[in-house]
């Protein structure tokens, strides 16, 4: 009865060892591994790292649920990056990462004693699209101008959406004469999208620009280039009025 007692201990004792080193060397060393390879991809913060899952047990399918969760977490991410880094209608910089951008080219242009041009621009006849054509019509007339620009601007040229139908330019590689000739040749493509589009309405735009050239701030700056694009746009409202007069 001892002997079957004694045997009865050591088998148990092995069963119990057997499973510890199952366990030990199937499932906690995985999950050791595991839990190495998620605390690395939080210290390097890099959500394009995956875990590296064998088998079809429970730990396998927990490494690759983790992996699903990182792939969305990684979408998620992008997803908020751009809508917090650009406008959603436009697809160019929104106001606040647009302005962190712009004040550090302008930062760095005023340390260096570079040249730094903003220009202020407000789209024509915004109002007047709305109400006789639907605010749809006036988000396309919003996006056309916008393309239309974007298409004579460098990557290194700040383009942004100061709010509404109000963009803001920043350039570190034109001065004041080579921007004056941009704006030119960006209002020609205006004019000539109107006569190849047809539509009842005109894509225009008035533009302010400043020089920074002077020991100013660059929201002073902003701000006297939008006292010119206000003149600009009375400028351009009188002598539309002269012409419909003389027509008349």
């Not at 069963?15 to 190495?36: A, C, G, N, P, T």
């Not at 963009?167 to 004019?191: A, P, Q, T």
């Not at 225009?204 to 620009?209: C, D, E, F, M, P």
Request: net charge positive; glycine share 6%.
């Amino acid at each position: 009865m001892k002997k079957y007692i004694v045997l009865l201990v050591v088998n148990f004792i092995i069963l119990v060892f057997s499973i510890y080193i199952f366990m030990e060397q199937i499932i906690v060393k995985r999950l050791r591994k595991m839990d190495h390879s998620v605390r690395e991809i939080i210290e390097c913060q890099d959500l394009g790292k995956r875990l590296r899952t064998k088998g079809k047990d429970e730990s396998g399918n927990l490494g690759r649920n983790i992996n699903i969760l990182l792939v969305d977490i990684e979408v998620m991410k992008e997803r908020l990056y751009g809508l917090a880094t650009y406008d959603v209608m436009t697809g160019i910089l929104n106001r606040h990462m647009g302005f962190e951008k712009l004040g550090k080219k302008f930062k760095r242009a005023q340390n260096n004693n570079e040249i730094f041009i903003i220009a202020f621009i407000d789209i024509n006849n915004l109002k007047y699209v709305n109400d006789k054509y639907s605010h749809e019509e006036g988000d396309k007339l919003i996006k056309n101008i916008v393309k239309i620009i974007e298409k004579k601007l460098e990557s290194k040229d700040i383009f942004l959406r100061f709010g509404g139908d109000e963009f803001i330019l920043g350039f570190n590689r034109l001065n004041l004469l080579e921007v004056n000739l941009l704006f030119n040749e960006i209002e020609k493509s205006l004019k000539n999208y109107d006569n190849e589009s047809k539509k009842e309405y005109t894509h225009s735009i008035s533009i302010g620009i400043a020089e920074c050239r002077e020991n100013k701030t660059l929201d002073e700056y902003v701000n006297i280039a939008d006292i010119n694009m206000y003149k600009n746009k009375r400028h351009r409202k009188k002598f539309l009025e002269r012409i419909y007069v003389e027509k008349i």
